[in-house]
Each structure stands twice: as structure tokens, then as C-alpha cells.
């Protein structure tokens, strides 16, 4: 009888990506240079929602008409690599947004044409904490029961 061979699902080395992630938004904080903090802000806005978009529009439907083997392997793929990605791309994203807005004068204006920002920082937030808070929990939760 032969014992089957744990699998280690969660890829911590991804956390190198991770760390050079926050290393290069931090660069372009510092820097403030309006190109770059611009271009890492609408970049990685635009990978965290467009996969987050693909995965609830198109993986997911897909996935609930395929047989459980061939979701499972899907899965075993998918999961430990938004495990990183997506939390990572939700701080940088509401990060750099919010330093591109001070650098662009627009968290110095009266209330009328703040309101705009505040609204925009409140979803930011509001859906970093969902991700973070709840998302990535429950994400982590599904690696180890894949394992």
C-alpha cells in the first residue's frame, strides 16, 4: 500500500513576487513621478478587476457545468496563484490611487469636488477589505482543503 504524497499548494516563494511588487509601488511613491505612479495605478486597476471580472463571468459559470474532476484540476491550478495576485493587486491599486490623487492636487480641493475622491476611496477601501478580510480567507481555506 503506497501513502500518497502531500501536496504543498501554497507557493510561498510567490511572496517574492509580492514583495517585489510593493518594492516597485513604493519606487514610484517616492519618486513622485506622475507617469510611472499613474501607470502602475491604472495597470494593476486593470488586472484586478479584469480577472476578477474573467473568473466571475466566464471561469466561474464554466466551472459550475464541468465534472468535479476536471474543476478540481482547474482549480489546483487557479487558486494558489490568486492567493498572491489578486490581495497584491488590490493594495497596489488603491495605494498608488491615492498618492497619484495627492500629487495631482486633488485631495486639497473643497468638499463639493472632493466628494468625487472620498467616493472613490471609500469603494477602494471598502473593496480591499472584502478581498483581504473575506476573499483571501476563505481562498486560503480552499488551498488546504484542495490538499
Keep these: 500500500m503506497t501513502q500518497a504524497v502531500p501536496i504543498n ?7 517574492w ?17 506622475l507617469w510611472f505612479l499613474n501607470f502602475l495605478h491604472v495597470f494593476s486597476g486593470l488586472l484586478w478587476t479584469g480577472i476578477d471580472l474573467f ?8 466551472l459550475r457545468v464541468v465534472e468535479l474532476p476536471a474543476r478540481k484540476a482547474v482549480l489546483l491550478r487557479l487558486t494558489p496563484r490568486t492567493l498572491f495576485l489578486m490581495p497584491t ?17 486633488f485631495t486639497a480641493l473643497n468638499w463639493s469636488q472632493y466628494a468625487w475622491v472620498a ?6 477601501v471598502l473593496m480591499t477589505i472584502q478581498g483581504i478580510g473575506y476573499l483571501l480567507p476563505t481562498n486560503f481555506r480552499v488551498c488546504l482543503e484542495l490538499q
Design 9 to 15: 499548494l501554497i507557493r510561498w516563494h510567490y511572496l
Design 17 to 33: 513576487y509580492v514583495a517585489l511588487a510593493l518594492v516597485i509601488m513604493i519606487a514610484a511613491i517616492i519618486s513622485h513621478h
Design 55 to 62: 473568473m466571475g463571468f466566464v471561469l466561474g459559470p464554466i
Design 89 to 105: 493587486l488590490a493594495i497596489v491599486t488603491g495605494t498608488t490611487g491615492w498618492y497619484l490623487a495627492e500629487d495631482l492636487g
Design 119 to 124: 467616493a472613490a476611496l471609500v469603494l477602494v
